[in-house]
């Protein structure tokens, strides 16, 4: 790090560039500047810090002044200027006996690199794996989890690379070290799910034990001890013994064992600016429906907002709109196909039938694990109006009021369930054929069709979406070129979000087949 400007040495470089990156290094973070610098620069980059290159320079210039190719490199900073940079330092570190000088080589090298689709860079990565590597085992005790986890995700992630960069990102570039980051998260994601599923197993387990014993103290006519709900909790089931006899009880309540005499959180609200934020930048053209949808959420603790129905024309982006509201909440989703729903299923089934099963709602709350899921009515215009298997509009009554949704009186596992703190959502084209009860109790918004002078604003939403749809990051792919926005723009005038995500999945594909040519 560079403390004092006026000991650096004269330079070939421009004076912003060296005083710019010896500012930021002074000022960085504490947390990542106790780290080894290889790894510090590994953090910076993953993090897409544009910083980090008049950093490393700046630190060049002190250990190394007079480099030629650094100023090349700064200017491109791809892997050929990066590579021909590393070399020259690993020649310094032994002519003039620096060996800072090789560390420094690996951290060029590691901001350099591109996804190693390149054979001939092996050597290259593979040297940067092991500085990684090596300076991962003397990582210091006193940094936080989450630091000391996003920098294993990091190394494990360049470690594992080199062997699947082609399945990973087919014919698209990134920054190795980015891509590596992704991928070393996407790791520790499974062993993460599966340590928490095991702790949450074995608590319930504990749990179970425990009332147990505390049943055979007390005798078997004793009721059974109430529950300690914390707060920003909820109890959604609560059983006894009779209601789980018999095989048929069992096997109807199996898959729900996370829930009775449980406490469930309430997701708590994010920061709405941020929000709204993200919101605006993607349905810019919708700004009075993104304001009428926060403002329900404003000085709440936890996610909860009344029913809520947005009506307009088909491909406006109603129901994209929903599913990044409920990304940017953090709440699970349960959609319904409305045209294919019915209200025998919907609200559950009774026990003594075959088919029996809890109503909707609740298996959304299984599936999320939270009392404030998210359920989308989709096209709920299209509800089918016959009472052959009941209405889908008639059984969402007892749904939509708080004091019936309190104690819902679920068919299949025969004892009330609280579901008053689910958030509904529905979409519609137009709502003439909605019975009255039912509309009086939605906050009803009319979502606008975007224009032609929306695009700019929307593709990258929409390339987002379908490399999301493909398993892909967003980071992954370069953003659309002038002639490629100028083709969409041609055939794209206004209106449908689905024609427009048509007409960006052709260019793409077109993209990757040329890629995959050359």
Request: proline fraction near 6%; charged fraction near 25%; include cysteine.
């Amino acid at each position: 790090m560079i403390d004092d400007l006026d000991d650096l040495p004269p330079s070939d470089l421009d004076d912003d560039v060296i005083e710019g990156a010896a500012e930021d290094s002074a000022s960085g973070e504490q947390a990542i500047a106790s780290l080894p610098r290889v790894l510090r620069y590994a953090i910076l980059a993953s993090r897409a810090d544009h910083s980090v290159y008049r950093r490393l320079a700046a630190e060049i210039e002190t250990v190394c002044p007079g480099i030629a190719l650094t100023e090349p490199w700064i200017d491109t900073a791809d892997a050929a200027s990066g590579c021909a940079l590393a070399v020259e330092l690993d020649q310094r570190a032994v002519r003039e006996d620096k060996p800072e000088c090789r560390s420094l080589a690996d951290c060029v090298r590691l901001i350099s690199l591109a996804l190693p689709r390149d054979r001939g860079l092996g050597d290259e990565h593979r040297r940067v794996a092991g500085a990684l590597l090596a300076a991962f085992r003397k990582l210091p005790q006193s940094i936080s989890l989450a630091l000391a986890a996003e920098v294993e995700a990091v190394v494990y992630g360049w470690a594992a690379l080199f062997a699947c960069a082609h399945e990973v990102v087919g014919a698209f570039q990134t920054p190795a070290i980015r891509a590596a980051a992704m991928l070393g998260a996407r790791m520790a994601g499974r062993r993460i799910d599966e340590a928490e599923e095991t702790a949450f197993a074995r608590s319930r387990e504990r749990l179970r034990k425990a009332d147990e014993r505390e049943a055979m103290r007390s005798g078997a006519d004793t009721e059974r001890p109430l529950l300690d709900v914390p707060e920003g909790h909820v109890v959604v089931v609560r059983t006894d013994s009779v209601t789980v006899t018999g095989y048929k009880s069992k096997e109807i309540i199996t898959p729900l064992k996370g829930l009775i005499d449980v406490p469930l959180p309430l997701i708590k609200t994010p920061a709405l600016s941020e929000v709204r934020r993200q919101l605006m930048a993607e349905f810019s053209y919708a700004a009075s429906v993104v304001d009428f949808v926060l403002s329900d959420l404003v000085g709440r603790p936890t996610i909860a907002f009344r029913p809520l129905l947005m009506v307009g024309p088909p491909g406006s982006g109603k129901t994209r709109f929903a599913q990044r509201l409920q990304q940017l909440l953090g709440v699970g989703m349960w959609r319904t196909d409305s045209s294919g729903a019915d209200g025998a299923a919907f609200s559950g089934t009774d026990r003594r039938w075959a088919t029996a099963q809890p109503c909707h709602p609740l298996l959304a709350i299984a599936r999320a694990r939270h009392a404030n899921v998210m359920i989308l009515l989709d096209e709920l215009d299209k509800a089918a109006t016959g009472r052959d298997h009941g209405r889908l509009f008639d059984c969402l009554l007892g749904f939509l009021e708080i004091d019936s949704a309190r104690q819902y009186p679920d068919p299949a596992l025969q004892t009330t369930v609280d579901l008053r703190h689910i958030c509904y959502v529905a979409t519609a084209n137009f709502i003439d054929n909605l019975p009255s009860p039912l509309l009086d109790r939605f906050r009803k918004v009319d979502f606008p069709k975007p224009t032609e002078a929306d695009l700019l604003a929307l593709i990258p939403a929409v390339v987002t979406d379908i490399l999301r749809d493909q398993g892909m990051d967003r980071r992954w792919i370069e953003g659309l070129s002038p002639s490629e926005t100028a083709a969409i723009a041609h055939h794209w005038r206004g209106g449908s979000v689905r024609r427009l995500r048509r007409l960006v999945e052709i260019v793409l594909r077109q993209r990757e087949g040329h890629a995959s040519r050359h």
